[in-house]
T-cell receptor, first 112, second 115 residues
Framework: AQKVTQAQTEISVVEKEDVTLDCVYETRDTTYYLFWYKQPPSGELVFLIRRNSFDEQNEISGRYSWNFQKSTSSFNFTITASQVVDSAVYFCALSGTYKYIFGTGTRLKVLA | GAGVSQTPSNKVTEKGKYVELRCDPISGHTALYWYRQSLGQGPEFLIYFQGTGAADDSGLPNDRFFAVRPEGSVSTLKIQRTERGDSAVYLC?????????????FGPGTRLTVT
């Protein structure tokens, strides 16, 4: 069975601090895809990144970076120099064929 | 271009009533998904359409839930004899392909409250 665990329910940081959101997954598929989505207070899920299981190269996009490690089944997300606008719930998701399996999300609060 | 739209944004209904939730996917997207998100949880898969047909409805909780996509575009999620436990945000998503590698684009959701 597939499963995604986001153990951090809520994280609070002060603006400009770096923060890492953890994601651990379980799957028996050899080919799979991992995603991060942001859900701001407005409620709409916003796509951030996709990684496939064959590509463990870390990725950086502006203040965002992602660390994918198959050895530990983790796909962690780091925000550098956090800003108040980063406050949202962040979801990690796993897909083998088409449907997503989501974690329970991590609520990030960035305080000014 | 226009994203995924869902109507209504909010729906309050009495226990036992019938409701319909509508999803208008991104134009040209062949794959359409419905998810349900309860408070404090991640979205849970309900049903997946590829074109007009339901390719996987294994996530529908029971036979009170049904969804259609008659022309391969707009989809309607139908809930009969609503129960208080059906209260949740119902999310629709679409993607250009039904393959797992393609990102899904989500609508703003319909918040259903059953009183």
């Amino acid at each position: 069975a597939q499963k995604v665990t986001q153990a951090q329910t809520e994280i609070s940081v002060v603006e400009k601090e770096d923060v890492t959101l953890d994601c651990v997954y379980e799957t028996r598929d050899t080919t799979y895809y991992l995603f991060w989505y942001k859900q701001p207070p407005s409620g709409e899920l916003v796509f951030l990144i996709r990684r496939n299981s064959f590509d463990e190269q870390n990725e950086i996009s502006g203040r965002y970076s992602w660390n994918f490690q198959k050895s530990t089944s983790s796909f962690n997300f780091t925000i550098t120099a956090s800003q108040v606008v980063d406050s949202a719930v962040y979801f990690c998701a796993l897909s083998g064929t088409y449907k997503y399996i989501f974690g329970t999300g991590t609520r990030l609060k960035v305080l000014a | 271009g226009a994203g995924v739209s869902q109507t209504p944004s909010n729906k309050v209904t009495e226990k036992g009533k019938y409701v319909e939730l509508r999803c208008d996917p991104i134009s040209g997207h062949t794959a359409l998904y419905w998810y349900r998100q309860s408070l404090g949880q991640g979205p849970e898969f309900l049903i997946y359409f590829q074109g007009t047909g339901a390719a996987d409805d294994s996530g529908l909780p029971n036979d009170r839930f049904f969804a259609v996509r008659p022309e391969g575009s707009v989809s309607t999620l139908k809930i009969q004899r609503t129960e208080r436990g059906d209260s949740a945000v119902y999310l629709c998503a679409s993607s250009s392909s039904g393959q797992g590698s393609y990102e899904q684009y989500f609508g703003p959701g319909t918040r259903l409250t059953v009183t």
